[in-house]
């Protein structure tokens, strides 16, 4: 049985503007991973695509210049260690290696080297048939792996016999929302060109896009809200992230600068951009002409999914697809579940919310449960399957901020101690 979701505002103002390089910026501050240490010091000049840091997933110079400090940046959802680099006016390549692979484990391992995050998703996935490529951009306002489907063609067709090859890929699918016609029509000759590989149009809901449901929907391989895509067999990654494997293993330029969406009500030019990783929010949209004076909420990735920040200082990160500025919080029921204000109402018991859940959740329940602390009534709700889609919050008519209230659920469930109730 397929699992269907929700019909979002299609806010796409982006899709027919071409990638933008962003020129440099003065200073980047590249992110470490928790588990890394800063491998250079102040005062040390770096060239770009040299290493930072090891750990888990490498961390690289996104440009050339000299290392003023390694900072530490607060967020609401703690804190991460940057690298700050200001930018010198030559811009120079560090000596870069291409990678060599010949079998599963030195591909992952030199993915991991990219520093690139498709690399956790290979590992996981290590055993799996099948790979999907997931063009589904169900979000509003995010367009930047619709612009690498239509930029980017041939690495993808690269990626694809590469992973393929050394990974045991069996069969390809990529997945692209029925409405993106021109990046159906792009992904079309791209699956020609790649080993077993073919074009599914999916039904442009959300979230369209969420492994569970692709590999459900795609894969045709039944999956309960608990397993994952590696379980069952099923490697997902990005347009973007299989573009870049198939340039890092031609050029050994690690994974420095990403494609993201600038747009908001702030914004006058809404622009996708490639930009170095680590750029200041602030520089992305300065350049998109975005007002930050009067804008009352920075969101990171799109609105249904993406996070909400106060401090425009804070750098791109690795995952960071889009960067949006509004004036006026939103509203719920209209466009975006991330702001919701005022105007909540009593739950009418509509049952919208549990309609909308694609994991199968009882969102207003939970609501109920996470207010009186009822933590065994939270366990058998299981908000730890939630996937975070928004789609709860997106549509109920009371407005009642029922995604955060599942966040708060798994939050009181991961706490050690006793009942509340
Ligand atoms: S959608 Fe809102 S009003 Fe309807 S049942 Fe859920 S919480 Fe209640
Ligand atoms: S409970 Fe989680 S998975 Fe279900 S609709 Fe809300 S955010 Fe999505």
Known sequence: MKIFGIFLDREK?????????????????????????????AGQWVLTGSRLC????????SVSGKVE?????DT???????????????QKDAAV?????????????????SGCPAAEKISAAADADMLIVNGVESEQYVTSENRCMLDDGKLITAGIALISRLMGIEKTVIAVASDCEEAVDAMEKTAADAPKCEVVKVRPDHPAGADMVLVNNVAGRPIKANETAAEKKVMILLPSEVAFIASYFETGMPFIKRRVTVDGDLVKTPCVVEAPIGTPLKDLFAFADGNLLPAE???IGGLMTGRCVTDPELPLGKCDSAALIFMKPLES??????????GQTNCIRCGRCAKACPAGLMPMRIEKAV???KRTELRRLRPDLCIGCGSCTYVCPAKRELKDAVDKAKTILDRKGGDEE
Do not use: Q
């Open 13 to 41: 103002n982006t899709e027919n503007g071409l990638t933008i390089a962003l020129p440099t910026p003065e200073r980047v501050a590249v992110p470490l991973p928790k588990d890394g240490t800063a491998e250079v010091r």
């Open 54 to 61: 090891g750990g888990s997933l490498p961390a690289h110079a």
């Open 69 to 73: 400090e390694i900072k530490e940046f």
């Open 76 to 90: 609401d959802d703690g804190s991460f260690t940057a690298v700050v680099i200001k930018a010198d006016e030559n």
């Open 97 to 113: 290696r291409v990678p060599r692979a010949d079998d599963r484990e030195s591909f992952i391992n030199a993915v991991r080297e």
């Open 297 to 299: 909420k920075l969101v």
């Open 333 to 342: 029921g209209g466009k975006g579940s991330l702001k919701v204000v005022g």
């Open 371 to 373: 207010k009186k602390r």
